[in-house]
């Protein structure tokens, strides 16, 4: 199965700070990659697929890049309700998807 | 606005059995392929079963494989995740989401989740 390792695992913030969050793949998946947004207490949210897709209605600080093994989610201009975890999703197959472990975005 | 609701989540001992089922609303159920997740406590997530709308392709994690079972019926709107021979390690939070329409391979849609404790 293919691996993703999210970095980093935790990262603290102020309000107004660009953030970026990396996901590696263990082999290529194109651009088959999405990003979640997860608060405490919530399931997660869709915020980017296709690796680079904005889904409707998701702010336009939110931004993602890379194809292949590498890939990033950044957020411009961080905001208070951006506080959350995010997480990477491989999908080069639909017989095994997998997540990466995960980011928390913490308040600085 | 899609609706996915879970239920059958309890305590159950290891080495039982349970069946999970979520209820789909507000969506033609039988174009999407859907998709079980699950999070134990504190932990990342986890995909563990997707099965396309047709049933023609069913998928499995290597940690489930052999002992989970997803269906559906989409007569009645719903999908179904039959777990035998639990674990310890099979607790978590069990969310039912909805595959993006198409390939159906990330999750668009997701429920609060149903939860399963495994311990005797």
């Known amino acids: 199965d293919i691996q993703m390792t999210q970095s980093p695992s935790s990262v603290s913030a102020s309000v107004g700070d660009r953030v970026t969050i990396t996901c590696r793949a263990s082999q290529d998946i194109k651009f088959w990659l999405a990003w979640y947004q997860q608060k405490p207490g919530q399931a997660p949210k869709l915020l980017i697929y296709g690796a680079y897709t904005l889904r409707n209605g998701v702010p336009s600080r939110f931004s993602g890049s890379g194809s292949g093994t590498e890939f990033t989610l950044t957020i411009s201009s961080l905001q208070p309700e951006d506080f959350a975890t995010y997480y990477c999703?491989?999908?080069?197959?639909?017989?095994?998807?997998?997540f990466g472990g995960g980011t928390k975005v913490e308040i600085k | 606005e899609v609706q996915l609701v879970e239920s059958g989540g309890t305590l159950v001992q290891p080495g039982k059995s349970l069946r999970l089922s979520c209820a789909a609303s507000n969506f033609t159920f039988d174009d999407y392929a859907m998709h079980w997740v699950r999070q134990a406590p504190g932990k990342g997530l986890e995909w563990v079963s997707g099965?396309?709308?047709?049933?023609?392709?069913?998928a499995y994690a290597d940690s489930v494989k052999g002992r989970f079972t997803i269906s559906r019926d989409n007569a009645k709107n719903s999908l179904f995740l039959h777990m035998t021979s639990l674990r310890v390690e099979d607790t978590a939070l069990y969310f039912c989401?909805?595959?993006?329409?198409?390939?159906?391979?990330?999750?668009?849609?997701w429920g609060q989740g149903t939860l399963v404790t495994v311990s005797s």
């Open positions: 999703q491989q999908a080069n197959s639909f017989l095994a998807l997998t």
């Open positions: 099965i396309t709308w047709s049933s023609g392709t069913i």
């Open positions: 989401a909805r595959g993006v329409y198409g390939s159906g391979r990330h999750f668009d849609s």
